[in-house]
């Protein structure tokens, strides 16, 4: 097989370029002066490595109690998004795959153009929609606006993902007089699985990553974790904490996503069989 | 359960809850457009005023630059995709995963702290500044090589500044350039993905005849490569060009006061001045802009797809005109 010599060293240059924030997010965890963000002091003397933005973390110093508060909810609201985009959008995926009428159509334009709407637009538009309707911005809204886009996103995993499912084994099951209920519970939905714990996972990520509709829709006070450093300013001493913060929610993504590959991986070979 | 009972059932979850959160909000947007607004803040009568008031000389230079910069974006982000996603297309089947993987991986940081790190990295004492007033210089010199009235268009369109750079002035940080940077960063991702997906299904024994009939390599990437992934090409500039229209983020972030994009006046509107009639107008102005070239991509597509299907009839016809003979 011939390469290109120039596509090669073009692919080269843009993986590094993907991935020096990344390695500079993963030192500046270990910096030693949080205010110069500096490995080196006032002489050019390099000061080393320090560990204490870790400590900080994990002790739950006071210093860095907002940010960690604010962690916390991006926690709550992202798990709680993901849940219940994962049930409105199995049932959509559901509708769309099995019916093809004028509803769904319409159902479909639904899901499909949240999808290409730009976030701030979503955001104004739920902004409008609270404000007009008197309810108060916090916790509520930041969790409906968050379900709101996770559900096109689970629906078209699913719906990608339904595309290879093998409408027989219903028809089987109803022949074999299992009624509606026990065919979705005890058929459907342990084959769908993978595609609902994909789904899921773009929700999680989708969901903890907002932070342009967010900050329409979360009122005075209350920030998630992306608004929070998004209103933080470049001098602000705890920016060693959330890059430490986020390595950490990198390693964790990343042994999530290995860990489900593997699952998947292994469900493969006995779907087939 | 009839069947229709049972559909209707099954669809309402979503169907509600993407009416009542997503349908019913765009339409209150779209009215907010048809009323003024009033002094303390709230929402006045139904007039045209608001649609009258976007001529303010502000608005359609900002749209400008909306498009402008989201032009430049996506020219990047294909530029730069594109040798990428040929290379990952000549890989081995093993090596490809791995290396499309090893793309989207930096992506599970979190945004903003992603952001965050340019930021720091464009300081201005960092060496990134450096390189920027470097390549301002070269750019002034270029420009004085170009004939005036090109060098006018220029500078009236916004591609090149009409005085030389100033040391003091010209710092990366809240610069139309480190918008540009990082926007091109975050999203080339989304213009490697189609591209490589597209590419992937390409028959390169193809090139390999283009070249075996004396076609140089580039000659043959440009003229059998790029026709045989322009399906690709359409999906990646929507996938790019359409999230940096409504860029937001990343201007309020490293653009300072040089670089306000519709997205960042929309905020600024909505939040700031509590001006909601203004913001929904823009709000309206940015959704044509996304759905234009939405609707043009998914003509195109359709003509494509019939011109296909023309050929092949064209063709099966003659086949059997040929036969009969």
Known sequence: MRRSFFSMTMLGLVMAFLYVPVILIFAYGFVPNGVSMSFFGHDGRFLGFSGKWFGLIFSGHYSVRPLLQSFWLSLRIAGLATLVSCVL?????????????????IHYGLVYTPLIMPDILIGISLLMLFVASGIECGFWTILIAHVTFCVSYVTMTLLARLQDFDDRIIEAAYDLGAGPWYTFFRIELPLLLPGIVAGGLLAFTLSIDDVVITSFVNGAGTNTFPTYVSSMTKHSRNLPAVFVLSTLMLLFTCALVGVSKFLTSNHEPRRKA | MTKKLREALVTSPSFIWLTLFFAIPSLIVLAFTFHGHTAN??????????????????????????????????????????????????????????????????????????????????????????????????????FEWLPPSVRGFCVWSGLASPTPPDPASSTILDSETAVVLVSVYTLLPFAIMPLYTAAEKFDFSLMEAARDLGAKSFYAFRKVFIPGIRQGLV????????????????????????????????????????????????????????????????????????????????????????GTK
């Open chain 1, 89 to 105: 959008g199995t049932t959509a995926a559901l509708a769309l795959h099995k019916w093809k009428s004028r509803l769904q159509s």
């Open chain 2, 41 to 142: 803040g709230g929402v006045g009568e139904w007039s045209l005023s608001t649609w009258r008031e976007l001529v303010d000389p502000d608005y359609p230079v900002i749209v400008w630059k909306t498009i402008r910069i989201s032009a430049e974006v996506t020219a990047w982000c294909i530029l730069l995709a594109l040798p990428c996603a040929y290379a990952i297309a000549r890989m081995k089947t093993k090596w490809r995963a791995i290396v499309a993987g090893a793309i989207m991986l930096p992506f599970w940081t979190n945004f903003v702290v992603r952001v965050f790190a340019w930021k720091t990295m464009l300081h201005p004492d960092g060496w990134l500044q450096h390189c920027y007033f470097a390549f301002l210089q070269f750019r002034a010199w270029c």
């Open chain 2, 235 to 322: 999906s990646a500039f929507l996938m790019v060009f359409i999230p940096a229209i409504g860029s937001y983020v990343i201007p309020q972030m490293l653009g300072g006061t040089n670089c306000v994009l519709i997205g960042n006046k929309i905020f600024m509107r909505a939040i700031q001045n509590r001006n909601i009639p203004h913001a929904s107008a823009l709000a309206t102005l940015m959704a044509v802009s996304v759905f234009l070239p939405l609707g043009c991509a998914l003509w195109w597509r359709r003509h494509q797809a019939a011109r296909d299907k023309r050929e092949v009839e064209v063709r099966a016809a003659r086949l059997m005109l040929g």
